[in-house]
C-alpha cells in the first residue's frame, strides 16, 4: 500500500491471475456496441456511473472493456448513465429487454444498483458489480481495489506529508465521498483509521453528494471558514474533491502549506502533486481492474464457470458472502509519478504541459 511498492511486481501478478489480452479500440463518449463472435456465445452490456465525478470512467474503463470484449469475440453494449439514476434505470432496463446474457454495473447508489440486479436476475441474467459493491443486492461477482486498503494508503499518505512539514499533530479535515456510495464508507474507514492512529484529531468531517466537484468547493469552503483556516492537513476522497480543496487553498494563499490527498492518478491530480499543492494520490490500475472484471463476464458470456474470484466480500446489509476480486492499490507521491507513466496509464506528453510542469517532471523522473 505505500508508495513504494513495485508496480511491476503487482503487474505481473495481474497478467498470471487474469491474463485477459486486449487489442482493438472503442473509446467514443456515448454508447458502445463492440461486435464479436456468434453462436451460443452471449452479450454483454456495462453500465458506467458518469464522466463528471472522474475522468477514468470514459478514459480508461471504456477503452479497456471494450478492447477485451472485442478480443474475446464477445459482442458488448457499454453505456454510462451520466450521474442519472433514471437514466441508469432506464439503461438496466434496455439492457435487458435486449436479451443480454451478463450485466455488469457501477451503481449510482446500492438501491438503483439492487433494483435493477433483482431484474435481471428474474431474468436469468447473471450480474457483476464493477469497482462498487451494491448493497442488498444479487451481483453474482465483485470486482474492485481493496478499498480500505485505498483509504489507508491515503491516510498514511497524508501523516507523511504532515511529517514532512513538521506538523506531528493537530486538526484534520476529512471531505468524504457520496454518502451513497459504500466505497465512499470504505475509504474512510482506512484513512480515518490511520489518521487517528498517528496521534492527529479529526476537526472537520462531512461528505460530497454525488462526488460532486462543485458542491465539494462549497462545503470545504464552509469548512475552511467555520475553522479559521486552522487545518494540518485535509483528506479529500478522490482528485476531483482534492482539487476542489486546493481550489480553495488557492484563493486563501496557503496552497501547498496544507497537504492534501487524492485519488485515481488523473492527470490534474497527478500535475498537482508534481507542483505540491496535493499532497499525494491512489493509483487505482484500471486495466488490471477492467481486465479482472471482463474475464468474469467473458466467461459467463460463454456459459463457463469464471476461476478467478479467490476471495469474498460480506454484503453489509445482506449478510451474503459475494464472491470477489480485490486488486491493490498503490500511494503516488511527486516522486512515483513516473511509476504511472510507466505503466501507460497516462504519458508524459500530457503531464508535462507547462514550464514549472515540465521543470517538476524532469526532477522527478516523468519522461
Known amino acids: 500500500m505505500r508508495g513504494k ?48 465525478s472522474s475522468a477514468r470512467w470514459e478514459t480508461a474503463d471504456r477503452k479497456v472493456l471494450g478492447d477485451a470484449f472485442t478480443a474475446a469475440g464477445v459482442s458488448a453494449d457499454i ?13 438496466c432496463d434496455q439492457m435487458i429487454n435486449d436479451g443480454v446474457a451478463v450485466l455488469m454495473i457501477v451503481n449510482l447508489d446500492s438501491e ?48 507523511k506529508c ?59 469552503e464552509q469548512m475552511y471558514t467555520k475553522a ?26 496557503v496552497a501547498g502549506k496544507i497537504p492534501v490527498t487524492g485519488q485515481d492518478a488523473t492527470d490534474e491530480g497527478l500535475q498537482r502533486v508534481l507542483l505540491g499543492t496535493q499532497c499525494m494520490t491512489v493509483y487505482k490500475a484500471v486495466k488490471r481492474e ?14 463457463e464457470e469464471p476461476t478467478s474470484a479467490t476471495g469474498s466480500v460480506k454484503d453489509t446489509e445482506s449478510g451474503r458472502d459475494v464472491p470477489s476480486v480485490l486488486l491493490e492499490p498503490q500511494a503516488i507521491f511527486a516522486d512515483s509519478v513516473k511509476d504511472v507513466v510507466a505503466d501507460n496509464y497516462t504519458t508524459a506528453a500530457k503531464l508535462c504541459t507547462t514550464a514549472a510542469l515540465k521543470a517538476a517532471c524532469t526532477k522527478n523522473g516523468v519522461q
Not at 453505456?79 to 439503461?91: S, V
Not at 469497482?131 to 444479487?138: E, F, P, Q
Not at 477492467?290 to 456459459?303: C, F, Q, R, V
Open 79 to 91: 453505456q454510462n448513465a451520466n450521474g442519472d439514476k433514471a437514466k441508469f434505470a432506464t439503461l
Open 290 to 303: 477492467a481486465d479482472a472484471a471482463s474475464e468474469l463476464a467473458i466467461a459467463l458470456a460463454k456459459g
Open 162 to 220: 504532515m511529517k514532512d512539514l513538521g506538523k506531528t499533530s493537530g486538526p484534520v479535515a476529512l471531505l468524504n465521498g457520496s454518502p451513497t456510495d459504500n466505497n465512499a464508507t470504505l475509504f474512510k474507514q482506512g484513512y480515518e483509521a490511520a489518521i487517528k492512529a498517528a496521534g492527529y484529531t479529526i476537526a472537520a468531517d462531512q461528505s460530497v453528494p454525488d462526488w460532486d466537484n462543485t458542491k465539494a468547493g462549497t462545503i470545504f
Open 5 to 52: 511498492r513495485s508496480l511491476a511486481v503487482a503487474a505481473a501478478l495481474a497478467v498470471t491471475a487474469f491474463g485477459v489480452a486486449a487489442c482493438g479500440s472503442d473509446s467514443s463518449s456515448g454508447g458502445s456496441d463492440t461486435s464479436g463472435g456468434s453462436g451460443d456465445v452471449g452479450s454483454v452490456g456495462v453500465i458506467l456511473p458518469d464522466s463528471a
Open 228 to 253: 479559521n483556516g486552522n487545518f494540518v492537513g485535509v483528506d479529500a476522497a478522490n482528485d476531483g474533491l482534492g482539487g476542489a480543496v486546493i481550489s480553495v487553498l488557492s484563493r486563501n494563499g
Open 112 to 159: 438503483t444498483g439492487a433494483a435493477c440486479e433483482k431484474k435481471a436476475a428474474d431474468q436469468g441474467i447473471k450480474t457483476i458489480d464493477y469497482d462498487r459493491l451494491t448493497l442488498n443486492g444479487s451481483a453474482a461477482y465483485y470486482v474492485s481495489f481493496d478499498n480500505v486498503a485505498v483509504g489507508t494508503a491515503q491516510g498514511e499518505g497524508l501523516v
